[in-house]
């Protein structure tokens, strides 16, 4: 350590001196004895005139701590020197640095930096760059690379040109790489390698990578692990095991699979090919040598082959692992998120949330969507929106994972805001974005909003997407637009088994039955195979429309000609037709015959039927089933009540009003929602906060006038609450759709329908009243409740009094 005593001496060296000092500094890569030197060549003040020693031991210094792995200093260094290094070596160690490490731009501004100061690049200046170039898919600068390389005759070096297939293949450019694959004068197995890899990267090219690697073989050059490695992913897109299978006991015979990541890619393709019993034989075979990859693999297998718990319970055993020295990383994270959301596991969802703020991972992009997705999906959405207004960086899947929360809580206007504000924020909706933002405007009936999407969708080219026009389908269908949503049906130039089952299940909640079959015959005839529901959909629709015959003849065909056999979805619908029907005597037969024992959506169907027929005998008996089920909500109490007033019977239905609310079932408020210029207006049952309210009043008094001389008197057995018969014709006045549709009359230019949707079930009272309504006011009305659509026109409904 004489130097550094002489040094500490202050004594001023020569600039050969301090070369000398940093050349073994660099021989033994001491970056402490580095910056002691830099030190001391601050403190003398050595002159930064164009002496030439001086500009060397400027880059041996820099050459030391890049060797040292030290780049801020080095970075700092190179950009305060008066006189850029003229080394190559230089150059390619700064290059490479950030070719290696990222940020991957800076690597590729290096490269044309040191063009600009006309320093030549050597041969292993272009495969660190273009190396820079695959991270990035950066395909334009990795083409003038080439051009670069050309000039200087260097592109048919083996190296050069492996990095350029290696680039050209990642940017998704195949046939430039098989050219300069081609033209490539030897090719060693990392040339093979780099252009198998990039046609594995791109799973639809299956075929041809394994062409490729009997071509190889035929080339004489033998596959290696990394073969093995590039070669695994295509197998496990194209879901092809017996393939999967062969290079495991290649891998076997040649010694490959002691490799942990060789071990770990065919982990993840038996995974990926649903044989989680062999992933996880490879998992326990690899032993103490397992890595986060290893781990993640064997994660993103049990989600996939739908193993949640088993995903969930290997994860806490990771987590309690003594000798686990290596620490979950953000995709295994995200993997375990994913099984949460499944399981609606909110508990470990939660935990996982506190071990990535602890950990530092909250800010990874990736992981913050796959959490917010998480609690969405746990039915949590307001720690959803929380999570997401803390975000500090969102993109269009953060957005996407939110407005989707929304929609399937049934934060339907939330997410429409969040939709508008997605835009005002720069970004722009993408598909998955517009799947789910269409159901928020269908949920709400908010056409304006929805036909606003439509149009985004064309001008941004989407709107050929099937998905897209899917739930533009079921969107224009329950916004009672079933003419559009026929029309977008018809333009599509590809459609699938959801196009079919959209378009039938929104012919069928409209009372088209008829129309849902035609469509489901010509389904048949362009040799689309139905699934078990598009079966719903058409027993449903027959439902709907009292096709009894039909419904029957399809729900026997569903085995007998399709090979579909029927689920308790199918028995309810079944139900359903026949207790609308009248048919009690068949129904209950039917129900006796079941395969399984019927479930309280069967007895609920047969329930409402004997409410709408007065068939309060049945009705008792399938009240006492319900009850030894368990009431899955309010509307079975409510159907018995009502049951039991229509004929009269109050202390019996008081008494349904208090069991209901001893078990602890309160009655959902009634709420209905009208769009008018784009604003959707919610109305609930006898509320007047509505700045129209006395408007709304007097419209519905000058109605009622015109009601009660066409024959109308409140029905009272609608009217829960033990109150005055006048008092109950107020409530029954007040209801939220009767409020709704006054407030469209008042709004809404005459000649325009009025569409009304509401979160309930239309009531016997409502619907008598909006028949009427329609005929005063010549006024087309349309009110979509939790059934169905009614049409009301000219004093009728097409629901035929029964829904």
């Known amino acids: 350590m004489l130097w550094a005593t002489r040094l500490k001496s202050h004594k001023i060296f020569s600039l050969a001196d301090y070369e000398r000092l940093l050349e073994a500094s660099l021989q033994s890569k001491s970056v402490s004895q580095g910056k002691i030197i830099h030190q001391h060549l601050i403190k003398n003040h050595i002159p930064h005139g164009d002496d030439d020693h001086f500009n060397q031991t400027i880059e041996k210094l820099t050459h030391l701590y890049l060797a040292c792995k030290e780049v801020e200093y080095a970075r700092r260094l190179f950009d305060r020197s ?77 190296y050069v040109s492996t990095a350029l297939v290696d680039m050209y293949a990642k940017c998704g450019c195949l046939d430039d790489a098989e050219t300069v694959f081609s033209d490539m004068p030897r090719r060693d197995v990392v040339a093979w390698n780099s252009m198998i890899a990039g046609f594995s990267l791109h799973g639809v090219y299956y075929d041809e990578t394994m062409q490729l690697l009997v071509r190889m ?46 071990a770990t890619g065919i982990l993840d393709m038996y995974g990926k090919c649903l044989y989680i019993g062999y992933a996880r034989k490879i998992f326990d075979r690899v032993g103490i040598d397992k890595n986060e990859v ?59 949330h506190c071990y990535t703020v602890k950990s530092g991972f909250v800010s990874d992009l990736m992981l913050g969507n796959t959490l917010l997705s998480a609690y969405a999906k746990c039915g949590i959405v307001n720690d959803a929106k929380k999570f997401f207004y803390e975000m500090d960086l969102k993109d269009t899947v953060s957005y996407s994972a939110i407005i989707s929360g929304c929609v399937q809580n049934g934060h339907a206007e939330e997410a429409l805001r969040l939709f508008h504000k997605m835009q005002l924020s720069g970004l722009d909706p993408e598909m998955a974005t517009m799947v789910g933002v269409l ?17 985004y969708a064309i001008v941004h080219g989407l709107a050929t997407e099937t998905a897209i026009c899917n739930a533009l389908i079921d969107m224009y269908a329950k916004c009672g637009r079933i003419d559009t949503a026929r029309r977008v049906f018809d ?58 015959t039909e419904g029957k003849h399809w729900f026997n065909a569903m085995n007998q000609d399709f090979g579909i056999t029927p689920r308790m979805e199918h028995y309810v619908c079944m139900a359903d037709l026949l207790s609308r029907a009248g048919k009690f005597e068949e129904v209950c037969n039917f129900i006796e015959k ?13 329930l409402a039927a004997c409410r709408v027929h007065r068939n309060v005998e049945l009705g008792e008996q399938v009240s006492k089933k319900i009850q030894k089920l368990g009431h899955e909500s309010t509307g079975n109490f ?49 509320d007047r906060s509505h700045p129209q309210s006395p408007q709304i009043k007097n419209k519905i008094d000058e109605l009622l006038v015109e009601m009660k001389r066409l024959g109308y008197h409140g029905e009272s057995s609608y009217v829960l609450q033990d109150v005055e018969d006048e008092e109950k014709e107020q409530i029954l006045l007040y209801h939220s759709e009767k409020l709704a549709i006054a407030f469209g009359i008042l709004n809404l230019n005459p000649n325009k329908p009025i569409l009304v949707t509401k979160n309930l079930r ?19 009305i349309t009110v979509r409740d939790a059934s169905r659509f009614h049409h009301f026109k000219d004093g009728i409904c097409n629901c035929g009094d029964f829904w």
Not at 233 to 247: D, F, Y
Not at 297 to 315: N, Q, S, T
């Open 82 to 158: 008066p006189q850029k290094p003229k080394k190559v070596l230089i150059w390619n160690l700064l290059i490479r640095t950030y070719a290696w490490n990222g940020p991957y731009g800076e690597a590729i501004n290096f490269y044309y930096k040191m063009l600009e100061l006309g320093i030549q690049p050597s041969k292993f200046t272009f495969p660190i760059v273009l190396k820079a170039c695959s991270a990035l898919q950066a395909i334009e600068p990795g083409k003038d690379i080439h051009v670069h390389a050309k000039r200087l005759r260097l592109d048919s070096d083996v």
């Open 217 to 262: 073989q035929k080339d004489f050059i033998s596959p290696n692990s990394s073969t093995i490695v590039a070669i695994l992913p295509a197998i496990a897109q194209a879901n092809a095991l017996s393939h999967g299978k062969a290079m495991h006991g290649f891998c076997v015979r040649r010694g490959y699979i002691d490799d942990v990541i060789v």
């Open 294 to 352: 290893t781990w993640s693999a064997m994660f993103g297998a049990y989600v996939i082959c739908d193993f949640m718990r088993e995903a969930l319970e290997l994860f806490r055993e990771m987590m309690r692992r003594k000798d686990f020295a290596l620490s979950p990383t953000a995709v295994t994270l995200a993997t375990v998120l994913r099984a949460c959301a499944k399981l609606a596991d909110s508990n470990m969802g939660r935990c996982i």
């Open 439 to 455: 159901p928020a405007s269908a949920h709400l009936a908010a056409i304006q909003h929805g036909s606003c999407s439509h149009c």
């Open 491 to 548: 333009r599509m130039h590809k459609r699938d088994i959801v196009s079919w089952n959209a378009m039938i299940i929104a012919y069928g909640i409209h009372g088209l039955g008829m129309e849902a079959l035609l469509l489901f015959d010509n389904m048949l005839a362009e040799g689309i195979e139905p699934d078990d529901v598009t079966f719903i959909c058409i027993l449903s629709a027959c439902s709907h429309s009292g096709l009894v």
């Open 594 to 606: 079941m395969p399984f024992e019927p479930d309280v959506r069967i007895w609920s169907a047969l």
């Open 638 to 686: 409510v159907l018995l009540s009502n049951m039991y007033g229509t004929v009269g019977r109050w202390d019996d239905a008081a008494q349904v009003r208090i069991l209901q609310r001893d078990q602890g079932f309160n009655k959902s408020p009634g709420c209905s929602w009208i769009e008018i210029g784009g604003v959707v207006h919610a109305f609930i049952g006898g």
């Open 762 to 780: 239309v009531c016997g009272d409502c619907h008598t009243a909006i028949k009427l309504i329609s005929l005063i006011t010549k006024r087309n």
